[in-house]
Nanobody, 121 residues
């Protein structure tokens, strides 16, 4: 059994910063790409960005230059540093791992439970 657990959400004023964390637990051997999605009220879940196992990052146009994704493989964790936050960044943020290898074989499409980020104007 594997699990992704996010933390670090909260409320902040526009222009502020938050840092989200997501840690994977379980008998995991390797983790490939790790990413972040978000879902605002009444909207579809959207991709925010991701980081490959080799380190290169990719970002949605709406967050590029303001958000930074990093990872710590020793801690099986991925982070989302969010700066210059805007009210339109308000959403539930989810971490996502498309594929990992575990004691029981490959595991696909794992999601965290989500953490709320609220940005007020």
């Amino acid at each position: 059994q594997v699990q992704l657990v996010e933390s670090g959400g909260g409320s902040v004023q526009a222009g502020g910063s938050l840092r989200l964390s997501c840690a994977a637990s379980g008998r995991i051997f390797t983790i490939g790409t790790m990413g972040w999605y978000r879902q605002a009220p009444g909207k579809q879940r959207e991709w925010v960005g991701d980081i490959t196992s080799g380190g290169p990052t990719n970002y949605a146009e709406s967050v590029r230059g303001r958000f930074t994704i990093s990872r710590d493989d020793a801690k099986r964790s991925v982070y989302l540093q969010m700066n210059s936050l805007r009210p339109e960044d308000t959403a539930v943020y989810f971490c996502h791992v498309p594929r990992m290898t575990t004691q029981w074989g490959p595991v696909y499409d794992q999601w965290g439970q989500g953490t709320q980020v609220t940005v007020s104007s």
